[in-house]
């Protein structure tokens, strides 16, 4: 088989062929080969095909979308995934292994041919990629182990990167700044795990290496649900290496208004122990405005601007926090009540014998309040959640909501608990 050819991977010769004949109908010259699961790893190792059109059928394992992008000269080679009928949680499973586009047999030949042709062009464009790519490499722009753009060129490719998506009006695009801490507190060689981080997101994001064992991300067509499934998937890759923390929001504003903000907060963010932060485009703008008028840029806010949002975070949360506690000292037989404000963490907690539930505050060091809802019993599954709130919408309401489902959630793990003890 030739390099640039389309393969088909199907166990069914029928489908194989019927594929192989809508090809023909829209190019003739594409030299077509079709292979089963069990030949195609050993194909694949020996050229490079134009594209694969992959077949599944219920008795077919999607690992094997997994197996090709294991191959290294195959990273780029665009995989159509093709089902009988559309099966949602299969086809999520083949886009994160990295198929690029699918499509069901009982669709229009119309469509079908459509989705074909757009994978050709995107082939050729690949290959363009990957000639400007060993330019690039040749120049030390890209790290020619990882393919990731080195630490001394980033902030000139994210600033292009940037402008082509605010011009071009690119919906959805999103850029993630990433702090991995070893797991040990020494020196983490951030090049040894670049492979694993470059295997995370899609062959046409843009990947480059930041200070401080950083990495940036930008994620194309990808918006708030696609960051968080990137951050699923890059602390699984790096589980066991490092702890993953991530900073994320969408580009409508250039770099240099964007990065400063993610990489200020990440800190407050490592303290609290919140994984992934989501910045919106009034987090974006409130975070300029504080360092605009923060006379020690080295510092996240003066300690003025510090003592004003304890000030006021300890007037909203006083009152609450001792209203509840009066409210169900009389409510509650036998349980114990506490609650304490401080500049670093405050809490409010309900306890009776083995069971607690109890909302951690962290004083916000930028301008993001971040809180743990915890509970736990015996008999039960413990619960951990965490929730980030801009400082401006943490207000009374919203304090009084979420102490409202701890009081629930307490209430019901009480009765859980009684109800097994009396069984």
């Not at 088989?1 to 809508?22: F, R, V």
């Not at 999520?92 to 198929?99: L, N, T, V």
């Amino acid at each position: 088989m030739k390099n640039g050819s389309i393969l088909i991977i199907s166990n069914n010769q029928d489908i194989g062929k019927q594929i192989s004949e809508k090809i023909k109908l829209l190019r003739e010259c594409d030299k077509i080969k079709c292979v089963s699961f069990l030949e195609a790893i050993s194909v694949l190792n020996s050229c490079q095909p134009g594209i694969i059109i992959l077949y599944w059928s219920k008795t077919d394992s999607v690992n094997i979308v997994r197996e090709i992008r294991g191959i290294k000269a195959l990273d780029k080679v665009p995989i159509i995934f093709v089902m009988d009928n559309l099966i949602e949680e299969i086809l999520f499973c083949a886009f994160d292994y990295g198929i690029d586009e699918f499509f069901c047999l009982n669709e229009p030949d119309s469509v079908i041919l459509m989705r074909i042709f757009l994978s050709l062009q995107k082939s050729i464009l690949y290959k363009k990629i990957d000639t400007n790519d060993e330019i690039l490499t040749a120049a030390n722009i890209i790290d020619k182990k990882t393919g990731i753009y080195t630490s001394d060129y980033s902030s000139i490719v994210m600033k292009h990167f940037f402008n082509k998506s605010l011009e071009e009006n690119l919906e959805d695009t999103i850029f993630m700044y990433v702090r991995l801490l070893p797991l040990d507190k020494k020196y983490l060689n951030i090049t040894k795990v670049g492979s694993l981080i470059k295997s995370v997101p899609r062959s046409n994001d843009i990947i480059a290496y930041s200070e401080n064992t950083g990495v940036y991300i930008l994620l194309y067509n990808c918006g708030l649900i696609g960051a968080k499934s990137v951050t699923q998937r890059l602390q699984k890759a790096l589980n066991g290496i490092c702890e993953v923390y991530i900073n994320a929001a969408e580009v409508t504003a250039p770099y240099d208004e964007i990065q400063p903000v993610l990489q200020r907060g990440i800190n407050e963010q490592i303290i609290a122990k919140n994984e992934f932060n989501y910045f919106y485009e009034s987090d974006i703008k409130d975070a300029n405005e504080y360092m605009k008028t923060d006379k020690a840029p080295k510092k996240i806010i003066t300690k003025e601007k510090k003592q004003e949002i304890f000030n006021k975070f300890e007037k909203t949360v006083v009152p609450i926090f001792y209203h509840f506690q009066t409210v169900y000292n009389n409510t509650f037989d036998n349980v114990d009540i506490k609650f304490d404000i401080s500049e670093e963490k405050s809490f409010f907690s309900f306890s009776k014998g083995n069971t607690e539930s109890k909302i951690t505050i962290t004083l916000p060091e930028y301008i993001k309040v971040s809180l743990e809802v915890s509970h736990c019993s015996e008999g039960s599954l413990p619960s951990v959640k965490k929730l980030s709130y801009n400082i401006q919408e943490f207000n009374e309401e919203l304090l009084t909501s979420i102490l409202k489902n701890l009081v629930n959630e307490f209430s019901e793990r009480i009765s859980h608990t009684t109800l097994s003890q009396t069984e």
